[in-house]
């Protein structure tokens, strides 16, 4: 890894969103905090970002509505999403596969060496691509 | 005669017999009557004869003496005084050559005696004989001979006219008259008599007759006149009758009025039924609704009977499962389906059964029975508690998986300083205290449901459980920078009252307040009290309700839909615990809201 990826952690839960972003810094990413879809949109259209982290319900605008926006628009359409949710019904995997092209979902509670691990390796297949 | 005795349908048998009676004695009446005139013509006739004999010896001796004696000097005049004293038509002697040679009538003197049409009788020497006169009228010849010794010297002839025998009938009709008009009139009371005795057999003879024609059941049989021991019989039987038809009468008026009464009280439970019920005939028009089938249709026309349930519900408008009402092949078959009202779900859903009274495979249309259930409360509360359960696994999920993160971050991470590390336990500290918090909710609720919550009063001092209160609630009130005004005042009874549910009840007004108020907006908690109640206000400037959810907010899972209340978290049983426990302290909950301008909440309790 030349540069330090910048991922997004949209959350509407302050503690959760502090702890994601402090294990996220941890690995060596550099982090930046949204409360809900809507602010998260908002950063993404003022800054670049590598990857998005984000809660499936939100107030304002929720985790699938932010991700339809980003694969509706030109320059975010290929940002890979990892999508945290804490209701196991609420996420058609279908959905989540071909409408929303997640790279990953995971159900709260979860570890979040999980989730460091996941981004890894996620960076890491591009770079071995 | 012979028709009175054959039986005949036009003359029943008594009158047949009075008929009978009056014949036979008339005759009887005529034959004596004849038998008298009879009698008395014969009786008259022996009479004539012996008095003739009298008068025609006592002519010849008068006659013959003098015609003996005198050679008849007197003998015109002896029969001019003989033919006066008898009534005679003549008197005349005939001499023995056949000629008169005294009469008196003197010009038939000399001519030829009247010729004898033949001799009748002889009573001695008396002969009787019949002749004619010239006229051709009847004459009786009485004829004696006139004797000289032994010698026939002439003969005495006395002519009467006949006695007619309808004389002498008439004669003896008039003198046995009297006696004829009796028997006429025994003959009249017998009659009578029995007239009294078969009239009422004719009557009871008519009904029987009837019997044998009409239908038993459409005859009311009559009394007759209890004149004879038939009769008397006659009228216990149709005494009996009478008393037996009215009983059967009473008792199948008791039957019906049973069978209507029975009628009457299972339409009565069809009536106070809450589902709507409905019967169809064969063509699938409505023969019977009940009250509730009209109030959940709401068709708005009054009477649905005569219509269609298709024409009153419009299975179009519904689902594919009650678009079955309408297909032909389920006809015989049980079919349930669900529908919203009007073919819109939002404005509730009915669940439509329908069975065919006679389901018999051959039988294409069979009549059926509806039943309509709205269903809508029913749905409603599967959706509270499917909203529930998605709630609570979110209520659950949500600080666990923050215990979670924090506790393997700090258990993986080597170099984390030590305030980060305070901070992370102290993050899964609250959140352990909100899942906690969360687990005895639940149990509230379930307590709730069961009824099974109960108090544990004591004296309480009120002023530190509002402390304890308001310091559980401050740090969620300054973290969103609410300005929080607590009016209580110094002086407050004591009460008896469960302290932990008590708070829990305070604490939960006071966190919607802060959940429900944006930042910079401004909560009061407040208390008055008197004699009777404490009075507690929780007001704030946040979202309000809308008027249409308040009545709502105390029911169970029950959460808002404004947009701004559903982006919180939140079980929806918060407000219904809150509200339980006031009643159980035998308080009450008040609210006063409007949208975007704030709530009020009021709790009031007894202070006695």
């Known amino acids: 890894m030349d540069a330090r990826k910048r991922i997004l952690v949209a959350d509407d839960n302050p503690a959760m969103a502090k702890v994601i972003a402090f294990n996220l810094s941890a690995a060596g990413f550099e982090t930046t905090v949204a409360s809900n879809g809507q602010i998260a949109w908002e950063l993404l259209q003022a800054e670049p970002f590598d990857f998005l982290v984000t809660d499936y319900q939100m107030p304002e605008m929720d985790g699938r509505e932010l991700v339809r926006h980003i694969r509706s628009s030109l320059r975010w359409r290929h940002i890979p999403v990892i999508m945290l949710t804490a209701k196991e019904l609420e996420l058609d995997t279908s959905i989540a596969s ?15 060496s999980e989730l460091i691990g996941r981004i890894h390796s996620y960076f890491h297949r591009v770079c071995s691509v | 005669m012979l028709m009175l005795l054959q039986p005949s349908r036009d003359l029943d048998a008594p009158r047949r017999v009075i008929a009978l009676h009056l014949l036979s004695g008339l005759s009887s009446v005529a034959l004596l009557t004849f038998g008298i005139v009879q009698v008395v013509l014969s009786l008259r006739m022996e009479h004539l004869d012996s008095s003739a004999m009298t008068m025609m010896t ?3 001796a008068l006659i013959g003496a003098d015609f003996r004696h005198r050679q008849g000097e007197r003998t015109a005049s002896l029969l001019d005084r003989f033919n006066a004293e008898y009534h005679l038509q003549h008197c005349a002697v005939i001499g023995p050559d056949g000629v008169y040679i005294a009469h008196s009538t003197p010009a038939l003197i000399g001519s030829t005696a009247m010729e004898s049409t033949g001799t009748l009788n002889q009573f001695g020497e008396v002969e009787k004989h019949t002749a004619q006169t010239p006229q051709g009228r009847s004459l009786l010849l009485y004829r004696t001979p006139i004797r000289q010794g032994e010698e026939i010297v002439a003969t005495l002839e006395a002519a009467a006219w006949p006695q007619e025998w309808w004389t002498t009938a008439i004669s003896a009709f008039r003198h046995g008259l009297l006696f004829i008009l009796l028997g006429v009139a025994f003959l009249t009371a017998g009659g009578y008599f029995l007239f009294c005795v078969v009239r009422p057999m004719s009557a009871i003879e008519h009904q029987l007759r009837r019997a044998a024609i009409e239908e038993l059941g459409q005859i009311s049989l009559e009394s007759v006149p209890a004149t004879s021991l038939p009769s008397i019989g006659w009228n216990k039987l149709v005494d009996e009758q009478v008393r037996r038809v009215g009983r059967q009468d009473l008792e199948s008026k008791v039957a019906a009025g049973l069978r209507s009464h029975r009628e009457k009280r299972s339409e009565a439970i069809l009536r106070s039924l809450t589902d709507g019920i409905a019967l169809t005939d064969h063509e699938e028009r409505i023969t019977f609704a009940n009250p509730s089938l009209q109030g959940i249709v709401a068709t708005g026309e009054d009477d649905v009977l005569g219509r269609t349930m298709d024409e009153v519900i419009h299975f179009a408008a519904g689902s594919a499962a009650a678009l079955r009402f309408n297909d032909p092949l389920y006809r015989s ?4 389906a669900e529908m919203g009202k009007e073919g819109d779900m939002t404005k509730g859903v009915l669940r439509i059964s329908r069975v065919p009274l006679i389901a018999s495979s051959h039988d294409a249309s069979p009549s059926h029975v509806w039943m309509v259930r709205d269903v809508t409360q029913q749905k409603l509360a599967d959706q509270m508690r499917n909203q529930f359960v998605y709630s609570a696994t979110h209520e659950l999920r949500t600080p666990l998986a923050n215990i979670k993160a924090y506790a393997e971050t700090l ?13 992370f336990c102290n993050t899964i500290n609250s959140e352990a205290t909100r899942l906690s918090r969360f687990i005895d909710d639940l149990l509230s609720i379930s307590r709730m449901e069961t009824g099974a919550m109960s108090l544990q009063k ?4 009120m002023m530190r459980l509002f402390e304890e209160v308001i310091g559980k609630v401050r740090p969620e009130m300054d973290g969103k920078g609410i300005l929080f005004n607590v009016l209580i005042p110094a002086k407050l009874p004591r009460l008896y009252v469960d302290k932990d549910k008590m708070t829990i009840t305070l604490v939960n007004m006071l966190g919607n307040a802060a959940k429900y108020t944006p930042e910079g907006g401004h909560v009061s908690f407040e208390v008055e009290w008197n004699e009777q109640s404490i009075e507690i206000h929780v007001i704030d400037s946040g979202i309000g309700i809308a008027q249409d959810e308040i009545a709502k907010i105390f029911d169970k899972f029950f959460r808002s839909n404004d947009p701004r209340v559903r982006d919180r978290t939140g079980s929806g049983l918060g407000l219904s615990i809150a509200h339980e426990i006031v009643r159980l302290h035998g308080g009450k909950m008040l609210v006063h809201s409007e949208l975007d301008r704030g709530s009020k909440f009021t709790v009031i309790l007894p202070t006695a």
Not at chain 2, 458 to 461: A, F, I, M, N, S
């Open chain 2, 458 to 461: 004591h004296e309480t001092d």
């Open chain 2, 333 to 336: 078959q049980q079919v349930v």
């Open chain 2, 411 to 423: 258990a993986n991470m080597k170099a984390i300083d030590i305030e980060k590390q305070k901070d």
């Open chain 2, 58 to 60: 006592k002519g010849e």
């Open chain 1, 98 to 112: 071909d409408e929303l092209q997640l790279a990953s979902v995971l159900q709260k509670p979860f570890s979040p």
